[in-house]
């Protein structure tokens, strides 16, 4: 009989460690809507953005199965990115990582490309607005840990969760990746975007309210004459997650990033099918550097550096 009990309990405990490390299941029918017709019919009223160029500044390593369930032990690099677009006659800057001082903080911190940051930071200041995909460290941190840090949260648009987000988190006394903090003085600075599901904020650039892996997290949309690109934030962590498609194993996504694991996959099948019916959609989720290096080589935008191995 005790083998028995014995055995149900091993059973349990492997089916339980299966579980926590695979991914939650794709939906068939996503709920969440990418509504690509709607943004490229808005890019065609709006106007086109003119040009996108990408910032890398850091690198990270984690094992691939930390950004995708199952996919092994072998090490994934992690680049961390700012996408500058110019449109309208104006620059707006998209997510701006931390500082090198704060690199520690990432998992797997791996090199800080101290010279390219100030190159980052000239962004900053030239740029008209700022928007950000989510409040993460490592997508917001160059902007109250930045050079000015006034001047850059008086010209930052926050959607409300982000806004509310950050007045929750105040400044952390243990920072970490997820919470690096936006002081109060500087928060009451920024500015709102449009409470919308979507909405064009330039011409040709759409932000897309996505909330899953924070709860203001948001895709941007990017149409230029000759391309099209939805900046995934960290709704994807890299291409694998869409080739394989499978998103990061329960354990990670509900117990250590914290963030809706449900919403996330779902967000997820929703991308998959969309770029399934429009081949030519260029996916960047942020901390893919070969996704950004292809879309460098295919003429969509411009890497500042070149990559760096
Ligand atoms: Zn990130």
Known sequence: MKWRIL????????????????????PENPQFDLPIEALRAGASDSGYADSV???????????HFIN?????????????????????????????????????????ARDYYTDRYPALQQAVKRSDRMVISHVHGDHVAGIPYGDDPEAAATKTYLNEAQFAAFEEMG????????????????????????????????PGVAVIKAPGHTPGHQIIYIATREHEMLLLGDEVWTMENIRLERSRPRIISKYIVEEDTEAVVDILAAIIKTKKSNPGLILLPSHDEAAIVAAAKSGALTLLNAPAN
């Not at 160029?53 to 094992?63: F, G």
């Not at 032990?73 to 104006?90: I, K, L, M, N």
């Not at 990582?97 to 903080?105: D, I, K, M, N, Q």
Request: glycine share 8%.
């Open 68 to 108: 995708t369930a199952w996919n092994g032990f072998d090490p994934e690099q992690r680049f961390y990115s700012a996408f500058e677009v110019r449109t309208g006659g104006e620059t707006i800057l998209i997510d701006v990582p931390h500082p090198e001082r704060l690199h520690a903080l990432v998992p797997g």
């Open 171 to 202: 400044v952390p006394t243990e920072p970490n990746i997820r919470e690096m903090g936006f002081p109060a003085a500087l928060l009451a600075k920024t500015k709102r975007l449009d409470n919308a599901p979507w909405q064009f904020i330039a």
């Open 53 to 63: 160029t990408v910032h890398i500044v850091a690198k990270a390593e984690l094992a």
């Open 7 to 26: 055995a149900a309990l091993l059973l349990i405990a492997g089916s339980g460690g299966i579980w926590a490390f695979s991914s939650a299941s794709l």
